[in-house]
T-cell receptor, first 112, second 117 residues
């Protein structure tokens, strides 16, 4: 069964304390892995797409990496404004509809 | 680019009312749009997938007569919650995926907070 598991569920950091969020997946025929940021009361905001193992993408303090089994979202020297829920989603390619499976998210709190 | 507009952002209405939510892709054509429901501190629950010009595909457990979806053009999909009751109160979010090879990301609207009194 296709699954996406994110860990930890919640992460509390001090400003400047770098860390990583994990997204483990089990899908047949990965077509793409997506990272989103969601602020309370808002829709998810697209961050990155990763298509193949070894690929990396960066945006400001965020860096996403991908292996055959998991993806990491590295946050370097976070600031309070990075506080949000980060969602990982995987698009599988074995069904014609390219189903996307979302993880439950990691809630990140960055304290000044 | 890739902006999705969802309207209204908040609705408060009486039980028994039908409520329509619009989802528009503003700067791209979306062959596929998705409707999600999100409960507090939980992830997205897919309700249905909407393809332009054809009937929506509903997930198991979602009543298609309760949640009417229309995707009449490449930039607009609507969700109508018919005869809404308090248990339908939730945060509804739409997303759109651009036409292309299929492995494009979904882009989300800002959601609609529906409160049924």
């Amino acid at each position: 069964e296709d699954q996406v598991t994110q860990s930890p569920e919640a992460l509390r950091l001090q400003e400047g304390e770098s860390s990583s969020l994990n997204c483990s997946y089990t899908v047949s025929g990965l077509r793409g892995l997506f990272w989103y940021r969601q602020d309370p009361g808002k829709g998810p905001e697209f961050l990155f797409t990763l298509y193949s193992a070894g690929e990396e993408k960066e945006k400001e303090r965020l860096k996403a990496t991908l292996t055959k089994k998991e993806s990491f979202l590295h946050i370097t020297a976070p600031k309070p404004e990075d506080s949000a829920t980060y969602l990982c989603a995987v698009q599988e390619g074995n069904t014609g509809g390219f189903k996307t499976i979302f993880g439950a998210g990691t809630r990140l709190f960055v304290k000044a | 680019g890739a902006v999705v507009s969802q309207h209204p952002s908040r609705v408060i209405c009486k039980s028994g009312t039908s409520v329509k939510i619009e989802c528009r892709s503003l700067d791209f054509q979306a062959t596929t749009m998705f409707w999600y429901r999100q409960f507090p501190k939980q992830s997205l629950m897919l309700m249905a997938t909407s393809n332009e010009g054809s009937k929506a595909t509903y997930e198991q457990g979602v009543e298609k007569d309760k949640f009417l979806i229309n995707h009449a053009s490449l930039t607009l999909s609507t969700l109508t919650v018919t005869s809404a009751h308090p248990e339908d109160s939730s945060f509804y979010i739409c997303s759109a995926r651009a036409a292309g090879t299929g492995n494009q990301p979904q882009h989300f609207g800002d959601g609609t907070r529906l409160s049924i009194l």
